[in-house]
């Protein structure tokens, strides 16, 4: 099992920014595929950006591209999500994610088998 703890999310103003962290715990990190999904009140989850084992593949949703950016360091089992220039719409619950497949990209969500509890991001304009 892989336990998976989100931090960092809160109130900024629009053109601000946040880094969140993902912290791992339980079985050895490696090699997951790490994601970010998130989730706005009445709209589904959506994919935001994911990495590979060795940070050489990232993969962003189009939203985001050029403002966020993900990186991990595997020797503390932790994953962030870098955002810059927020707007308004990248409110939402901002969840980690763990894919042991192997896969790089899945923005389905549907081959991450481990979840984060979320943690909430809030941007005013």
């Known amino acids: 099992q892989v336990q998976l703890v989100e931090s960092g999310g809160g109130l900024v103003q629009a053109g601000g920014s946040l880094r969140l962290s993902c912290s791992a715990s339980?079985?050895?990190?490696?090699?997951?595929?790490m994601g970010w999904f998130r989730q706005a009140p009445g709209k589904e989850r959506e994919f935001v950006a994911s990495i590979s084992w060795g940070g050489g593949n990232t993969y962003y949703a189009d939203s985001v591209k050029g403002r966020f950016t993900i990186s991990r360091d595997n020797a503390k089992k932790t994953v962030y999500l870098r955002m810059n220039s927020l707007k308004p719409e990248d409110t939402a619950v901002y969840y980690c994610?763990?894919?042991?497949?192997?896969?790089?990209?899945?923005?389905?969500?549907?081959?991450?088998?481990?979840w984060g509890q979320g943690t909430q991001v809030t941007v005013s304009s």
């Open positions: 339980g079985r050895a990190f490696r090699p997951y595929t």
């Open positions: 994610a763990a894919d042991p497949t192997g896969r790089t990209y899945d923005p389905t969500g549907g081959t991450y088998a481990y």
